[in-house]
């Protein structure tokens, strides 16, 4: 079993900056991967970034390319997500997720394991 824990939500105006920190907890965290998702209200939950377990592969959604960098510090269980120029569309419910390694792909949320609780991301136009 595998807790998760997201912090570093917040409110911040468009163009701004936050990073969102995933403390996990119960299994070694270089055995999974991490990813992460968002949700926004109306909307299905949809794909942001990914990092596989030892952090050589990462995966971003196109609307995010360029400006949010995804990263892990395994000796402290972490996960990160770095969110630069935040526009107003970003603004969702943000999820970070762990799966096992596996050939499964790191992009679709079904695929996942354990999810944290989520914290709120506003950014104000």
């Known amino acids: 079993q595998v807790q998760l824990v997201e912090s570093g939500g917040g409110l911040v105006q468009a163009g701004g900056s936050l990073r969102l920190s995933c403390a996990a907890s119960?299994?070694?965290?270089?055995?999974?991967?991490m990813g992460w998702f968002r949700q926004a209200p109306g909307e299905e939950r949809e794909f942001v970034a990914a990092?596989?377990?030892?952090?050589?592969?990462?995966y971003y959604a196109d609307s995010v390319k360029g400006r949010f960098s995804v990263s892990r510090d395994n000796a402290q269980s972490t996960a990160y997500l770095q969110m630069n120029s935040l526009k107003p569309e970003d603004t969702a419910v943000y999820y970070c997720?762990?799966?096992?390694?596996?050939?499964?792909?790191?992009?679709?949320?079904?695929?996942?394991?354990?999810w944290g609780q989520g914290t709120q991301v506003t950014v104000s136009s």
């Open positions: 997720a762990a799966k096992i390694t596996s050939l499964a792909t790191m992009t679709v949320s079904g695929n996942y394991h354990w």
């Open positions: 990092i596989a377990r030892y952090g050589i592969n990462t």
């Open positions: 119960g299994r070694t965290f270089s055995t999974y991967d």
